[in-house]
T-cell receptor, first 110, second 112 residues
Framework: TQLLEQSPQFLSIQEGENLTVYCNSS?????LQWYRQEPGEGPVLLVT???GGEVKKLKRLTFQFGDARKDSSLHITAAQPGDTGLYLC??????????WGAGTKLIIKP | KAGVTQTPRYLIKTRGQQVTLSCSPI?????VSWYQQTPGQGLQFLFE???????NKGNFPGRFSGRQFSNSRSEMNVSTLELGDSALYLC???????????FGPGTRLLVL
């Protein structure tokens, strides 16, 4: 069974701090997606990374795909209360199925 | 362009009952996928419909079923509800396969 493990499961930090969340697997994925989900809403796609070692930036968010395409990280610089939410990673397997992590619940306190 | 809509948004049922949830995809999208989301479990894939045909199916019991209509709207049905079926049920639409999925707000089901 393919699994994507996200860590930490929960993170609560002060506004202005930096943070990194991780998404790890023993399986190789052809691509990996990061989503943010806010209460009462469905997940919204933030980014898709495809190439091993790829780094993508979205304003204060930096996404990295591991060289072996088994893991990924999301780094947020100078976190703001608007960054609060559930961050989910999902990897595309060889059967074109999305395998989802359980998520990191992030709270940014003003 | 209107987003993905799901009805109802909230539902309370008792064990043994059945429930039908509805999803209207974004106009022009032919693929609809259903997921179950529970705390600590992430999203579990239920099934995907494309042009009225079930294209993929997750590892859920036969109590979970779905269908898609000619206008791409989809419904999922859960029969003989169990307490463990309490969850947020999300649907996502795509224009075609392997493209970006757009999620609806979900239907929160509570089974008592």
């Amino acid at each position: 069974t393919q699994l994507l493990e996200q860590s930490p499961q929960f993170l609560s930090i002060q506004e202005g701090e930096n943070l990194t969340v991780y998404c790890n697997s023993s399986s190789v994925f052809s691509s990996l997606q990061w989503y943010r989900q806010e209460p009462g809403e469905g997940p919204v796609l933030l980014v898709t990374v495809v190439t091993g070692g790829e780094v993508k930036k979205l304003k204060r968010l930096t996404f990295q795909f591991g060289d072996a395409r088994k893991d990924s990280s999301l780094h947020i610089t100078a976190a703001q209360p608007g960054d609060t939410g559930l961050y989910l990673c999902a990897g595309m397997d060889s059967n074109y199925q999305l395998i989802w992590g359980a998520g990191t619940k992030l709270i940014i306190k003003p | 362009k209107a987003g993905v809509t799901q009805t109802p948004r909230y539902l309370i049922k008792t064990r043994g009952q059945q429930v039908t949830l509805s999803c209207s995809p974004i106009s022009g999208h032919r693929s609809v996928s259903w997921y179950q989301q529970t705390p600590g479990q992430g999203l579990q894939f239920l099934f995907e419909y494309f042009s009225e045909t079930q294209r993929n199916k997750g590892n859920f019991p036969g109590r979970f079923s779905g269908r898609q209509f000619s206008n791409s709207r989809s419904e999922m049905n859960v029969s003989t509800l169990e307490l463990g079926d309490s969850a947020l049920y999300l649907c996502a639409s795509e224009r075609d396969s392997q493209e970006t999925q757009y999620f609806g707000p979900g239907t929160r089901l509570l089974v008592l």
